[in-house]
């Protein structure tokens, strides 16, 4: 099974400020990474998808990059709705996995 | 307006059986595959169980091979998640994902629309 570390865990910031979150895959796994945002009681929405692609709808303060097994997320310019949990997710070999997830918390 | 309700969580001993179905509107089902994934308590997502468009191949994970059955009713755009001797690590919130693509073997897209989420939750 390819595993995703994803890091942080956690991270405390304030509205503004730049945000990386990074993945790495067991093994290469090309672009086929995704990003999610969870909010506590909602379900997981996509913003991220094949490493660096906005999905339609999402403000363009989010951003991926990488490939190969080196990826990472950027938020720049925290907003206040953007206190969330965040997972990375690959689909290049089942099974698929998710990342462990990063809670993003208010400082 | 693109849609996924999922449906049939409860309570269940340790043992049981249930099953989950998910209602899909606004897109034409069949040109997609389906996914279940689960968030048990206090942990991160857990891919479940996958299905193609035409429902002619299915995908589980490890941890549910042999117990959990995922199917599809294309003429019903409804998807289910039919779940044997229940555990306690299967407790969970049980979430229905629509996949971007027909099969999993292109595999740059996401899952870009999840479903409210449906509680299973395995005690006696």
């Known amino acids: 099974d390819i595993q995703m570390t994803q890091s942080p865990s956690s991270l405390s910031a304030s509205v503004g400020d730049r945000v990386t979150i990074t993945c790495r895959a067991s093994?290469?796994?090309?672009?086929?990474v995704n990003w999610y945002q969870e909010k506590p009681g909602k379900a997981p929405s996509l913003l991220i998808y094949?490493?660096?692609n906005l999905q339609p709808g999402v403000p363009s303060r989010f951003s991926g990059s990488g490939s190969g097994t080196d990826f990472s997320f950027t938020i720049s310019g925290l907003q206040p709705e953007d206190f969330a949990t965040y997972y990375c997710?690959?689909?290049?070999?089942?099974?698929?996995?998710f990342g462990q997830g990063t809670r993003v918390e208010v400082k | 307006e693109v849609e996924l309700l999922e449906s049939g969580g409860g309570l269940v001993q340790p043992g049981g059986s249930l099953r989950l179905s998910c209602a899909a509107s606004?897109?034409?089902?069949?040109?997609?595959?389906m996914i279940w994934v689960r968030r048990a308590p206090g942990k991160g997502l857990e891919w479940v169980s996958a299905?193609?468009?035409?429902?002619?191949?299915?995908f589980y994970a490890a941890s549910v091979q042999g117990r959990f059955t995922i199917s599809r009713d294309n003429s019903k755009n409804t998807l289910y998640l039919q779940m044997h001797d229940l555990g306690a690590d299967d407790t969970a919130v049980y979430y229905c994902?629509?996949?971007?693509?027909?099969?999993?073997?292109?595999?740059?897209?996401?899952?870009?629309?999840w479903g409210p989420g449906t509680t299973v939750t395995v005690s006696s």
């Open positions: 299905i193609i468009g035409s429902g002619h191949a299915t």
């Open positions: 606004g897109f034409t089902f069949n040109n997609y595959a």
């Open positions: 994902a629509k996949y971007g693509g027909y099969a999993l073997t292109y595999y740059y897209y996401g899952l870009d629309v």
């Open positions: 997710h690959q689909t290049y070999n089942i099974p698929w996995t």
């Open positions: 093994q290469s796994i090309t672009t086929s």
């Open positions: 094949a490493a660096s």
